[in-house]
């Protein structure tokens, strides 16, 4: 079964910046050897959830929404089951819950939608204060 637990948000000012951590159990050697991709999605109130950024675990090759292109930043750290995304120059409409998600598969095969991901995590709450 693979499990999925999101930590570091919290409340910051605009112009600030967090690094929410993601750490994913449940897959083996040979799934990443074939390819896992994880991903962020964010769910702000009232509103959809939107993809944000993923990371391909087999090349590390990433993808981003445009509305955080250039301000967040999506990392794999030394284990493969680890993955960042540094958020920086935070506006009050990154306001979200965060969550993380993972899948079988390689990028750019695997789109940044909520329906291409199956196990998902808690989400982790990010304020952004103006």
């Known amino acids: 079964e693979v499990q999925i637990v999101e930590s570091g948000g919290g409340s910051v000012q605009a112009g600030g910046s967090l690094r929410l951590s993601c750490v994913v159990s449940?897959?083996?050697?040979?799934?990443?050897?074939?390819?896992?991709?994880i991903g962020w999605f964010r769910q702000a109130p009232g509103k959809e959830r939107e993809g944000i950024s993923c990371?391909?675990?087999?090349?590390?090759?990433?993808n981003y929404a445009d509305s955080v292109k250039g301000r967040f930043t999506i990392s794999s750290g030394n284990a493969k089951n680890t993955v960042y995304l540094q958020t920086n120059s935070l506006e009050p409409e990154d306001t979200a819950v965060y969550y993380c998600?993972?899948?079988?598969?390689?990028?750019?095969?695997?789109?940044?939608?909520?329906?291409?991901?199956?196990?998902w995590g808690q989400g982790t709450p990010v304020t952004v204060s103006s």
């Open positions: 449940g897959f083996t050697e040979r799934d990443y050897g074939f390819g896992i991709v």
């Open positions: 998600a993972a899948t079988y598969g390689t990028l750019p095969v695997v789109e940044l939608s909520e329906l291409e991901f199956a196990s």
């Open positions: 990371i391909s675990t087999y090349d590390k090759s990433t």
